[in-house]
């Protein structure tokens, strides 16, 4: 069973910065993606970013792309989500999560994750 862990988060302002890490305790299989998804207030959990382990392709939503960047230390299970240019309709609880079976046609979907983090809050002030 793979763990995730997360850090990172907290209160920034618009226009402001955070970082988000998250370190998993085993890679099951080469074929491994980490990525991050956000659920607000009253709203449905959506996709942020992803990251593959084989071949380091990215993925983003369109809401965050060119603001934030997903990236994984070399040679580690670690993964961060480096948030620039944060605004209000960023905050949420960010959720680190992990699977093996991925393809680009699903990796949007939170279902097609097997493993998932406990959630780190983001908040961005107006």
């Known amino acids: 069973q793979v763990q995730l862990v997360e850090s990172g988060g907290g209160l920034a302002q618009t226009g402001g910065s955070l970082r988000l890490s998250c370190t998993a305790s085993?890679?099951?299989?080469?074929?491994?993606?980490v990525g991050w998804f956000r659920q607000a207030p009253g709203k449905e959990r959506e996709f942020v970013s992803t990251?593959?382990?084989?071949?380091?392709?990215?993925y983003y939503a369109d809401s965050v792309k060119g603001r934030f960047t997903i990236s994984r230390v070399s040679n580690r299970l670690t993964v961060h989500l480096q948030m620039n240019s944060l605004k209000p309709e960023d905050t949420a609880v960010y959720y680190c999560?992990?699977?093996?079976?991925?393809?680009?046609?699903?990796?949007?979907?939170?279902?097609?994750?097997?493993?998932w983090g406990q959630g780190t809050q983001v908040t961005v002030s107006s």
């Open positions: 999560a992990a699977g093996t079976t991925l393809i680009t046609s699903t990796l949007r979907n939170g279902n097609a994750y097997a493993y």
């Open positions: 085993e890679r099951p299989s080469t074929n491994f993606a």
């Open positions: 990251i593959r382990f084989n071949g380091h392709s990215t």
